[in-house]
């Protein structure tokens, strides 16, 4: 009898080194996740339609549910009005076929919530979305989510809250293997150095949040807004503007992201919507 107790005992430690095994193996094991940004519906038929939107938004929870990432983030601009309840219709029935095992993450933009946007609408994008800026853990790393509308607004009050939220999201981050953000509006485009326009965040605002940014190691923002794919680095961190799932305004085809996490280092590649791999390789 007391044979069988140790053996059943050895077994169960086993069991459970086995268990603790499996997840730290999890935890250093490579994964990806897709940015999606600027599927705007309403855009290509200037509000009258959104059919192109439509196709363009199938084909890429298409591909979501046949890639299986470890979660989608959208970077605002879901709609191109946003007093049109048809629009926000449509985009939330596509985005309800994304498998439910994937989690998906908003960050609001100009044509979501207005710029500057008010209290009123950046409540009905919570209420429709469940959130205008985010923070979460995944496996070692932290991914967060801003409202750049009311930083590019430098909006009273509300600006000053998120920025206070930032810092003590960033604060929690402790040693994580990697801190990524994501916004609509890029911080900036070409250029830490160049002036402010319709494009990018204020200079003083940009210099306010990037000293954080700085201090806290993160090392990598990414946006849309621009509806064509750019890239700049500021020290160490990456600043990457992604095209639009919508009308493109550049050269850069409607598409999706596809960033790729290793413990050491994260890639990302931009791929037109028509040119989708079937399968992802670590």
């Known amino acids: 009898m007391k044979t069988v107790k140790i053996i059943i005992a050895v077994f169960l430690l086993s ?3 086995g268990m603790a095994n499996g997840q730290k193996n999890d935890n250093i094991k490579p994964y990806f996740f897709i940015q999606i ?28 549910n046949r890639l299986n990432p470890d979660f989608v983030v959208i970077t605002g601009d879901l709609v191109n009005n946003k007093d049109d309840n048809s629009q926000k219709a449509e985009f ?9 095992k994937i989690p998906v993450y908003y960050s609001p933009g100009n044509h979501d919530i207005g710029l500057p946007p008010t209290r009123q609408d950046i409540d009905s994008f919570i209420s429709d979305y469940g959130h205008d800026k ?10 967060i989510g801003l409202n750049s509308c009311i930083i590019k607004a430098n909006t009273p009050v509300l600006e000053e809250l998120q920025f206070d939220w930032l810092s003590k ?10 801190i990524i953000l ?7 485009i070409n250029s830490f150095e160049e002036p402010e326009s319709y494009s990018n965040i204020p200079i003083e605002t940009r210099n306010k949040y990037f000293t954080l940014i700085k201090e806290y190691k993160v090392e990598a923002i990414f946006a849309g807004h621009l509806h064509y794919n750019s890239s700049a680095k500021y020290g160490n961190i990456s600043m990457v503007t992604t095209s639009a799932l919508g009308k493109p305004l550049g050269d850069s085809p409607s598409g999706i992201r596809i960033i790729k996490v290793y413990p050491e280092r994260i890639e990302s590649l931009y791929y037109s919507i028509y040119e989708i791999p079937e399968t992802i390789v670590l």
């Open 169 to 178: 999201e960033l604060a929690k981050a402790g040693s994580a293997e990697h």
């Open 92 to 100: 939330k029935r596509i985005t309800a076929i994304i498998n439910k």
């Open 15 to 17: 069991l459970i080194t």
């Open 182 to 188: 994501f916004c609509h509006i890029p911080f900036f």
């Open 37 to 64: 940004t600027d599927p705007q519906f309403g855009f290509y038929e200037d509000n009258k339609g959104f059919s192109k939107e439509t196709e363009l938004y199938e084909k890429a929870v298409n591909a979501i």
């Open 134 to 143: 985010f923070s979460f853990q995944h496996k070692k790393s932290i991914f």
